[in-house]
């Protein structure tokens, strides 16, 4: 079974997701995701899907879901890389991703995690990282 | 055909690889890659295989002409999450990666980079992006 690695930066975890996700793949991520959140104590999850050009209703709800998990272990996501067709599709689609934060590249979404939890007053330390 | 994305993170690209490679996705990862640098101006190369469970020649000849060229082009290259497995394998296989650095994890790749730029005496960011 194929697990997308999941790359830590400072307090941030990345993961890009590169391949067409099956069921089986998507449920590991989100373990996989989850245990480490708990095991490092990362206060942000950013997944880059630059590379699907192509987005159905189970991958919008597979990004909703780990959204919804994080946010109960205290970390934000955000998704960032989003091609505009996968956008326009995710609308037409009526997945408006409810509760996650976009942007527009890694950078962008280190510097929308840093100023958002800089704002939640967390002694986090992405405020490093992120830089325009 | 596959593209491996490649994010940017200040002034490192990342690129990780989660598939096996073929001819024409290494060229095309080879091609992207240089353009990358040569548009953004990154000082560094974070290559992830913490995905890969096995590598041959063929990967391991592409990594160190990877990083040829980027060396070519005023970046530094630093191969992150190699599993022991495929460390046995590299030197079994009598590909040494000369020139290329490996680091542990993606945190301890941005913290060699760091240093190894700041002591070029350069005006990279990144020493903003790592902290152990």
Chains 1, 2 share one sequence.
Do not use: N, Y
Not at 118 to 127: I, L, N, P, Q, T
Request: aromatic share 0%; glycine share 8%.
């Amino acid at each position: 079974m194929d697990r997308i690695p999941i790359l830590r930066i400072g307090d941030v975890l990345l993961v890009s997701i590169q391949i067409d996700l099956q069921d089986q793949t998507a449920l590991a991520l989100q373990d996989d995701l989850s245990s480490k959140i708990v095991e490092t104590g990362a206060k942000g999850v950013l997944i880059d899907i630059s590379a699907l050009e192509i987005v159905d209703s189970f991958i919008g709800r597979m990004i909703s879901t780990t959204a919804a998990v994080s946010r109960v272990l205290d970390a934000e996501t955000v998704v960032v890389g989003m091609q505009p067709a996968v956008a326009i599709t995710l609308v037409e689609l009526g997945l408006t991703l409810d509760g996650v934060r976009t942007a527009l590249d890694v950078d962008r979404g280190l510097a929308l995690l840093s100023s958002a939890l800089g704002k939640a007053g967390s002694d986090v330390e992405v405020d490093d990282l992120a830089h325009e």
